[in-house]
């Protein structure tokens, strides 16, 4: 069951030198339950994505085209209004990178999770800081720490606050940007556990942003790989894992150090990742790839299924 | 084997007082102190890459830094090539030891000064250390390394100031500025973890590039242990102030001794959804390095931790060639 459908979407932010391309022409679904992890450099547009679901653009951002449904609901022809009573929080809530260290020093953390309560739904202080108790609970904390301010707390336990307060008004959807990349491997096992114990238990849909690889691995059912506002590769991430189509996602797999299995030589990708305002021509890997064709300097290539068995890949190779 | 030690230390302290208000500081008798690196031994032989693992606050870079003499010691020494440099009291002969020891930091957008041009930023070194006679000397040296790094033509990177580069360039200039001078020793403190995968491992590729033709030794700090096993010669792993255990990477890594290094090692994320990991997550986070918990210092967070392990502190020993642990697991038996 799909729960939120982007089609198309493009997303430019305008700059004096012109248009920066951030996301360019990007499909994809987030089914309900599942757990969609969005892989790239920094820089590829993955973060602008999710800006730009939940319509969280800077002035110059604007979304050009496409269509984002989240239901049956459009979400690109709502006002701001509308997406800020019915959207964002009760239906889709968001964990910023670096949030943890946007909580606010001087307010306890049990007032500021039950703040977001109150400002989106119609209930009284004492049931609205009840909740926030409850909510440190599901995130493996003790009950008593919504007295405590953000300073008395480490960094894996406000980066576990800011997860209950994404949760705060039971949304269907959560998008996590970056959430363990400030946090030491222990720290970090410990919050990606916590989170993959919330998805099965609250039944959530999740989009995880991030750079690293094995995070979404660790975590979610679907992948998407993203270089330079466009999408390479997408579907279901065992599929990719077992048998990586694009160029681009192949040197991604092999760059990361693994701790089992025989040492090899870590793979580079030569090069640096392109300008967006004017990215390059035709398939815009191809002045990384090695396996570059003449048809790649030209020709851009199609985001299309192969063989009806949920992998997109966008590469002349499989043309 | 004796001679091919490039550093050593021995029984290496540091201790950082606390800062205290006027008033406290009258009342308190034991002033606190942040145990950064307590009893900290080893050694780095010729053309090694030795490996400093932990999380952050375990004192990995305070070590680096006693190395270089960056940070004065409490107590201990610090060999280098057979000499004691922390008994050096002249700053002209530290300087003259620094061509031969030389540090990478962690974040090329902090430790590139921006208003210098590359060229100024990597002859530096050349002009302080007085090695190059002459301009084009200076030029020649800077031109090479900065082909070793791959930054080509060089001559289109050297009038370049360091925010026209991206984060990876960066860090190539930090590192072509610390190999200008071939050292003998380098330390380099996470010298890729702020940089994009895929750009990583091509930085990393030319620093053991360069490593391998200066023949330098190297201590590579990091908190990433499936980094260091790809390429470290021996690591050590250090919490709270203490190595807890040391040795060759693969066995350290395929056979860990100390239950932190065990945990260290599960709790790497695998980028692979056919395995998952078995979820045994440590619990709680490190203490703090101010009071140090008695005996061992990892007791308060070891699944495996006794009674001895509250009280006495086990000392770092020989379990195997090449091989030392301090647990009390691993006894004289």
Redesign the interface.
């Known amino acids: 069951m799909e729960l939120l459908k982007v089609r198309n979407l493009k997303m430019y932010y305008k700059t004096l030198r012109g248009d920066v391309k951030a996301v360019d022409d990007i499909s994809f679904e987030v089914n309900k339950q599942e757990a969609l992890g969005f892989a790239g450099e920094s820089g590829c547009g993955k973060t602008s994505a999710a800006l730009a679901i939940l319509k969280l653009l800077p002035s110059n951002g604007r979304i050009v085209d496409g269509s984002i449904t989240l239901g049956d609901q459009e979400i690109t022809k709502m006002s701001d209004k509308e997406i800020r009573r019915k959207i964002r929080w009760k239906r889709i809530s968001m964990i910023f990178q670096g949030a943890m260290n946007a909580l606010h020093p001087t307010y306890t953390v049990g007032h500021q999770i039950s703040e977001a309560i109150l400002m989106h739904e119609d209930v009284s202080n004492d049931e609205a800081s009840e909740r926030a108790q409850r909510l440190l609970e599901l995130v493996g904390m003790e009950a008593d720490k919504t007295r405590r301010y953000p300073h008395e707390l480490s960094g894996g336990m406000k980066q576990r606050v800011v997860t209950a307060m994404a949760l705060s008004c039971n949304p269907d959807l959560l998008i996590a940007d970056e959430p363990t990349t400030a946090l030491d491997v222990i720290v970090q096992a410990q919050v990606l556990k916590v989170m993959k114990e919330l998805r099965e238990r609250l039944k959530l849909s999740w989009m995880l942003i991030s750079h690293d690889l094995s995070i979404i691995t660790e975590t979610c059912n679907r992948l998407g790989i993203m270089y330079a506002g466009k999408l390479q590769e997408y579907g279901d991430l065992a599929k990719i894992y077992k048998e990586p189509l694009h160029p681009y996602t192949q040197k991604l797999l092999t760059a990361f150090p693994s701790i089992t299995g025989p040492t090899r030589e870590l793979s580079s990708i030569p090069g640096f990742p392109p300008d967006l305002l004017n990215p390059p021509k035709g398939c815009r890997f191809h002045p990384r790839c090695a396996e570059a064709m003449e048809i790649c300097r030209n020709k851009e290539p199609i985001f299309q299924e192969i063989s009806n068995r949920d992998h997109f890949v966008s590469c002349h190779l499989y043309a | 084997m004796v001679n091919d030690v490039v550093v050593e230390t021995h029984n290496l302290v540091k201790h950082f007082p606390l800062k205290l208000g006027f008033f406290q500081a009258l009342v308190t008798k034991d002033l606190p102190k942040v145990h950064a690196v307590d009893n900290v031994s080893f050694r780095i032989f010729k053309r090694e890459i030795f490996g400093l693992v932990g ?2 606050g375990c004192g990995k870079t305070t070590t680096g830094r006693l190395l270089l003499r960056l940070v004065e010691p409490t107590e201990g020494e610090v060999l280098f090539q057979g000499k004691d440099i922390t008994s050096i009291s002249l700053e002209r002969e530290m300087i003259k030891l620094r061509k031969n020891m030389q540090i990478i930091f962690q974040d090329p957008y902090e430790s590139l000064n921006p208003r210098m041009s590359v060229f100024d930023i990597v002859a530096e070194p050349l002009r302080i250390q007085r090695v190059a006679e002459t301009e084009e000397e200076i030029e020649d040296r800077i031109e090479e390394v900065l082909e070793d790094l791959d930054l080509t033509p060089p001559e289109e990177f050297m009038d370049r100031f360091p925010h026209e580069l ?1 984060g ?2 960066r860090q190539r200039i930090a590192i072509a500025r610390a190999f200008v001078l071939r050292p003998a020793f380098l330390v380099a403190d996470e010298p890729v973890s702020m940089l ?7 930085v ?2 030319l620093l053991l590039e360069l490593i391998e033709k200066v023949n330098s030794s190297f201590l590579y700090i990091t ?5 260091a ?2 390429i470290c010669n021996r690591i050590a792993v250090m919490y709270l102030g203490k190595i807890v255990e040391k040795g060759s990477v693969e066995d350290t ?1 395929s056979k860990p001794l100390h239950p932190y290094t065990e ?15 078995i ?1 045994t ?3 709680g ?1 490190v203490p703090s390095a101010i009071n140090p918990p008695p005996g061992c210092r990892f007791h308060t967070r070891c699944p495996q931790a006794m009674e001895i392990c509250r009280r006495k502190e086990p000392p770092l020993i020989e379990v195997a060639d090449d091989r030392q642990v301090a647990c009390h697991l691993h006894g004289k038996e």
């Open positions: 999380e952050s991206s990876g360039q994009d995968v895929s750009i990583r491992s091509e990393l590729r908190h990433d242990i499936a980094l096993r790809h890594i945990a260290l090692i599960a709790a790497v994320p695998v980028p692979d959804p056919t395995a998952r990991r979820s997550v440590l619990k986070e």
